[in-house]
């Protein structure tokens, strides 16, 4: 018996460190998004002001136009996530997301 659970529970720590592997190996990849410094600083502006914004503040060509931030919840969050544990958290969230979302978990 105690070969069992010994056998059980170094199979666990090989699935552990397996896991955690593949997790860091995938956060090796570069962002694809090409907007992702715009959403992220619209997150850090929302942050700061406390308020949505109702014209895009970043605009070049547009400056003060009307617009709408339909995702400034996730703008926010990206921020967050970005500010306290750099490119990998918002990477690591990324892959955990669409894990879930694939019925991956």
Known sequence: MQRILRTLQSTHIIF????LFGLLAMTARNAVDPDLRWHLRTGQWIVETGHVPHSDPFSF????HAWLSHEWLSEVLFYELWKHSGASGGTCYDDIRRNFSR???
């Not at 060509?61 to 003060?64: A, E, L, S, V, Y």
Request: glycine fraction near 28%.
């Open 16 to 19: 552990a460190a397996i896991l």
């Open 103 to 105: 019925g991956g978990f």
């Open 61 to 64: 060509i547009r400056p003060g």
